[in-house]
């Protein structure tokens, strides 16, 4: 692969993983069971990001 290509690749998996990983994160806050540290940790998202999606699913 060119070094472009490669680039474009790794973009893409990159975004892909971040949006499997919010997705994940909005389920354990749904289901209630998990802690926000524990739901930050096992996402590798950032408190904040998690704190920005407690607060969109509670004024859903």
Known sequence: MCEFTEKIYSEGKAEGEAIANYAA???????????????????NLPMSKILELQAELNNA
């Open 25 to 43: 994160a909005k389920r354990m806050l749904l289901k209630g069971n998990n802690s926000l540290q524990d739901i930050a940790e096992f996402t």
